[in-house]
């Protein structure tokens, strides 16, 4: 087996603590001992609520942020320590893709110096052969060559984020974070571009830390999953495993949440109520166990470590995970393919003519 392209390790970040005159600011754990892969050409996704730690691991993954304590390892080397040349090399290798395609691109510069500067900053291509490789990169996002004369406010979203897309391919990076990367757009955006990043992975070998809230989202996309809760994996495994036999309560919740056609739900979002724990004050036990039907005492006392179940890659941290492994879903996993009527087909191809 090939050693992982990332490898993250028993990672924890908090916020806050800084001294005032009168008292110290309490700290926020927003990551607590958070340990994930990612392979070479590979999607992993991490999914969970709005604050569940999500964007913070992204962005500790890329040293924006400096983590509390833990390993961060790309390509078999710990990031964490790198120096500022060293971080520079890194940056070329492992790449981000914001949510917001609006504020994520300069309005100021044309897209063509957009994608240039990154190429000239790492000295990628002879300066003659920079417009080339513009241009190789607006096909292969689906834009057109000519589109590198216009400014990002003539583009509409999906095409502003398939000019993100094409900014972070620029320096051929071996590991993309999409940070929400389509919660911005319509859904029949989202599935273009979701399809899009699933073709470049394919045909370029590039590895997805793909971050999002909306389980359809990563399951279409990804090829391992891992669920956050309050700053902690609570389940991670294959994609089609989790999203068929989920082992967490809080996984379940999601899945109940996510519309779906021509399926019953197995639960009820409703059915749990509550809110996730303050970061500033964990309680003992299992951080869900306020919000599950099924919590014991033991629940409420022991922090449930994550176990394995089946081949060895489905892990879950809760106590009755055995016992609440759902039945296998008729559903599977796949590219998205988004209905089109004959009307909205026939203007598509007028607005490709044009």
């Known amino acids: 087996m090939s050693a992982p392209l990332l490898d993250v390790r028993h990672l924890h970040k908090s916020f806050g603590g800084a001294r005032g ?48 304590s833990g390993e961060v390892r790309f390509d078999g080397e710990d990031i964490v320590g790198l120096s500022r040349s060293d971080l520079r090399r890194l940056r070329r290798r492992v790449q981000i893709i914001f949510q917001d395609p609006f504020s994520s691109l300069d309005p100021r510069v044309r897209v063509g110096e957009v994608l240039a500067e990154p190429i000239r900053l790492h000295r990628l291509r002879a300066s003659g052969d920079v417009t080339a490789r513009v241009d190789e990169l607006l096909q292969t996002v689906g834009l057109a060559p000519h589109h590198k004369d216009r400014y990002p406010h003539e583009f509409s979203g999906g095409q502003r984020q398939r000019i993100a897309i094409a900014r972070a391919l620029a320096v051929e990076p071996d590991l993309i974070v999409c940070d929400e990367a389509v919660s911005a757009l319509d859904v029949s955006i989202q599935a273009q571009v979701l399809n899009l990043l699933a073709r470049l992975r394919d045909d370029l070998g590039v590895s997805y830390l793909f971050i999002s809230h909306d389980m359809s989202v990563v399951r279409h996309i990804s ?3 891992g669920v956050l809760y309050a700053g902690r994996i609570v389940e991670t495994g294959p994609a089609e495993e989790v999203f068929a036999r989920p082992r967490h309560p809080y996984t379940r919740m999601l899945l109940a949440a996510t519309p779906s056609l ?85 203007r598509m191809a007028l607005l490709r003519e044009a």
Not at 307 to 319: L, R
Not at 334 to 345: D, L, Q, Y
Request: net charge negative.
């Open 223 to 225: 090829n391992r999953v």
């Open 21 to 68: 005159l009168i008292r110290t600011a309490r700290r926020a754990q927003v990551v607590t001992d958070v340990s994930f892969t990612i392979g070479r050409g590979e999607t992993y996704g991490l999914v969970g609520e709005s604050g569940s730690g999500k964007s913070t691991i992204g962005r500790t993954i890329l040293r924006l942020l400096e983590p509390d």
């Open 262 to 346: 021509g399926r019953p739900r197995r639960t009820r979002a409703d059915d749990i109520t509550g809110a996730p724990p303050s970061p500033y004050e964990r309680a003992p036990g299992c951080a869900f166990a306020s919000r599950c039907s099924f919590a014991t005492e033991t629940c409420r006392a022991e922090t449930p470590p994550l176990d394995t179940f089946t081949d060895g890659a489905h892990e879950a941290a809760c106590w009755h995970a055995e016992a609440l492994a759902a039945e296998p879903s008729e559903e599977t996993t796949g590219p998205v393919e988004p209905e089109m009527s004959p009307a909205f087909r026939r």
